[in-house]
């Protein structure tokens, strides 16, 4: 991706549980190659394995942030008050900021078993 997620900016009841998706999701940026698709003017990236996904447009954190459980869809948005905003239908806050812990041990042990790290070049 091309900007650093505003991980240190996160507060407010989901701050641990995004602090910690957002270093995994900028750990997989740096080591692996990622791709976008183009939807719109927007690039979209999709990362995750074995049941877990978040999605999430160049904007990272600045909009719309989807992650996808095996039983839950949490929608991450900014908020009014400058933190961010996490939501699933039918689950209490703590519910969801516990999803979003194991989202992130989920995507980042999916990643880590990998075999290939992409190879860095000289500048």
Avoid: C
Wanted: net charge negative; aromatic share 8%; hydrophobic share 40%.
């Amino acid at each position: 991706m091309t900007t650093e997620s505003g991980s240190s900016e996160f507060k407010g009841p989901f701050k641990k549980a995004l602090s910690e998706l957002a270093a995994t999701l900028d750990e997989i940026s740096a080591k692996h190659g990622t791709s976008f698709v183009k939807a719109g003017d927007d690039k979209v990236y999709a990362m995750g394995g074995a049941g877990y996904v978040a999605v999430l447009d160049e904007s990272k954190w600045d909009g719309l942030v989807e992650v996808l459980t095996p039983d839950a869809t949490i929608s991450v948005r900014p908020g009014p008050d400058g933190g961010h905003e996490a939501s699933a239908p039918n689950l209490e806050q703590n519910v969801v900021a516990e999803k979003l812990l194991q989202a992130a041990a989920a995507i980042r042990a999916y990643y880590d078993r990998r075999y290939w790290r992409t190879p860095r070049t000289a500048a």
